[in-house]
C-alpha cells in the first residue's frame, strides 16, 4: 500500500515539474496555474525545512 502511494506522490512531483517546465516556455493557463502551486509548494517545504535546523540544539550543555 505504501509502495502505491509513494508512487503516486512521485507522480504528482514529476508532474509539477513538467507543468513548470511547460509554463516557463509560454504553456496554457493551467500549466501556469499547476506550475504557480508547484512552486509555492516547494518554498513553504523549504521554509519548513530551515525552521527545524535553526531550531535545532544550540550545542551547549546545562
Given at each position: 500500500m505504501i509502495v502505491?502511494?509513494?508512487a503516486g506522490l512521485l507522480v504528482l512531483v514529476l508532474g509539477g515539474c513538467a507543468?513548470?517546465?511547460?509554463a516557463a516556455r509560454g504553456g496554457p493557463r493551467w500549466a501556469r496555474a499547476v506550475?504557480?502551486?508547484?512552486?509555492?509548494?516547494?518554498?513553504?517545504?523549504?521554509g519548513t525545512g530551515r525552521t527545524d535546523r535553526t531550531s535545532g540544539n544550540s550545542g551547549s550543555d546545562d
Amino acid at each position: 500500500m505504501i509502495v502505491i502511494a509513494l508512487a503516486g506522490l512521485l507522480v504528482l512531483v514529476l508532474g509539477g515539474c513538467a507543468c513548470v517546465w511547460w509554463a516557463a516556455r509560454g504553456g496554457p493557463r493551467w500549466a501556469r496555474a499547476v506550475a504557480f502551486v508547484t512552486l509555492a509548494a516547494g518554498e513553504l517545504l523549504r521554509g519548513t525545512g530551515r525552521t527545524d535546523r535553526t531550531s535545532g540544539n544550540s550545542g551547549s550543555d546545562d
